[in-house]
């Protein structure tokens, strides 16, 4: 008997925990996607931009190559990064003649825009699909970063001594922070799921 009033009260929980996880993600959402439309933010996004099959077009010097200070050619945008809380104004110049900040500001647009749709997702089932299936969606962009993204693993930089570890599978912080969107990418395709139900057997809740 103790057990099934358990069970019941954990289903009446259950709506809780959904509403809560809608929350979280509108919570990383809006605040990652407001970053956007800062210089710091849309610099730290450039090498993963640049590097992508899907979004290296938005940039207008992604593909261009020049010889960095060691004599080696390398792609443009490593000469111009922007250390976090730098404020190079050659850096910043070339960064907006490449379209790196325009695109920063429509793409946080983007993901604020799909958090909201998460978050309606407590009181509009329909909204908060669309909100789930967008952010399992760009999950999945942003892992693929895993493939296309240099950076996302440590470089063999040497040293006093070679590097003991550096490539696949060593994550850089880079690729760490990217990893973590599996579990956005969860997120959103038990979102989905959840709102789904609700618009199909709505008696049901």
């Known amino acids: 008997m103790k057990n099934n009033r358990l069970y019941h009260q954990l289903l009446q ?33 450039v090498p993963f931009v640049a590097n992508s099959p899907l979004m290296s077009f938005f940039y207008k010097n992604a593909n261009n190559k020049v010889f960095n200070e060691d004599k080696k050619l390398v792609a443009e945008y490593t000469v111009y990064k922007n250390p976090e809380g730098k404020v190079i104004q050659k850096n910043i110049d070339w960064h907006t003649k ?62 006093d001594s070679p590097t003991p570890q550096y490539g696949f599978p060593y994550l850089s912080g880079a690729g760490r922070l990217v990893l973590k969107d599996i579990i956005m990418m969860a997120g959103g395709l038990v979102l989905f799921s959840d709102s789904l139900k609700k618009v199909l057997r709505p008696s049901d809740q």
């Open 13 to 45: 929980w259950d709506t809780y925990f959904f509403n809560f996880l809608r929350i979280s993600i509108f919570i990383v959402m809006a605040w990652i996607g407001g970053l956007k439309a800062f210089h710091y933010e849309a610099d730290g996004i």
């Open 98 to 159: 490449n379209g790196t900040y325009i695109f920063s500001y429509g793409l946080g647009t983007m993901i604020v825009v799909i958090g909201f749709l998460v978050l309606l997702g407590i009181w509009f089932p329909k909204i908060g699909a669309v909100g789930g299936a967008l952010t399992f969606l760009m999950s999945m962009v942003t892992l693929s970063f895993l493939i296309t993204t240099p950076e996302v693993y440590v470089p063999n930089l040497g040293g």
